[in-house]
Structure formats: structure tokens, C-alpha cells
């Protein structure tokens, strides 16, 4: 299973970018695909997920700024991020399961300066 993750950059505080992460390879059985964060000096923390049938968690500091979609035909997890903070830099990384098992992708970049 390879992730190819895109869209990160730097962006002003109260800006948006929007992430995007196609899964390809063996993804028969793909089921939740979302995004974790890992801050310098911090632990991974998960952000958003979606299950292939729509149903969505996120964290509490991103809930009403952040929203994760899917497109199942396209193997495709997006990430639209508004309202950015400061707080919010990170490296992002996508994740997808499949068959229980979790595949990461490479991390990309978010800097939101103040």
C-alpha cells in the first residue's frame, strides 16, 4: 500500500490549505483513511478520520475549522483546513487501514505563521 500525500505549505494564521492523500497497491480492503499530526517535541496525534462509509472523528482542537472527505472511487482522502493557528503547524501524515493494518504516508508540511 503506498500514500502519496500533497498540499501542505505555509500559510498566514486564518488561512486554508487542503490536504489530499490517494492510497494505491494492494487496497482491496481499505476501510478508514485519515490524518495525524506530530508537532516538534510532541506526540503523534490523530486529527481526523473517515471510515468508507462516511462516518468521521476528529479532535477536539480542530472540530468546526477542519473537515475530512473522502472519494472512494478514487482512493482519495482530503483534508480542508480553515481558520488555521499557529498550533496547527505540524508535519501531517496520512494514514489508511486496511485489513486492520495501518499503512503511513510520508508527512507533509504545515506552517501557519502569526
Known amino acids: 500500500v503506498q500514500l502519496q500525500a500533497s498540499g501542505g505549505g505555509l500559510v498566514q494564521a486564518g488561512g486554508s490549505l487542503r490536504l489530499s492523500c490517494a492510497a494505491s497497491?494492494?487496497?482491496?480492503?481499505?476501510?478508514?483513511m485519515g490524518w495525524y499530526r506530530q508537532a516538534p517535541g510532541r506526540q503523534r496525534e490523530l486529527v481526523a478520520s473517515?471510515?468508507?462509509?462516511?462516518?468521521?472523528v476528529y479532535a477536539d482542537s480542530v472540530k468546526g475549522r477542519f473537515t475530512i472527505s473522502r472519494d472512494n472511487r478514487k482512493n482519495t482522502v482530503y483534508m480542508q483546513m480553515s481558520s488555521l493557528k499557529p498550533e496547527d503547524t505540524a508535519v501531517y501524515y496520512c494514514?489508511?487501514?486496511?485489513?486492520?493494518?495501518?499503512?503511513w504516508g510520508q508527512g507533509t508540511q504545515v506552517t501557519v505563521s502569526s
Open positions: 494514514i489508511a487501514r486496511v485489513f486492520g493494518a495501518d499503512y
Open positions: 497497491g494492494s487496497i482491496f480492503g481499505l476501510n478508514g
Open positions: 473517515s471510515t468508507s462509509g462516511g462516518s468521521t
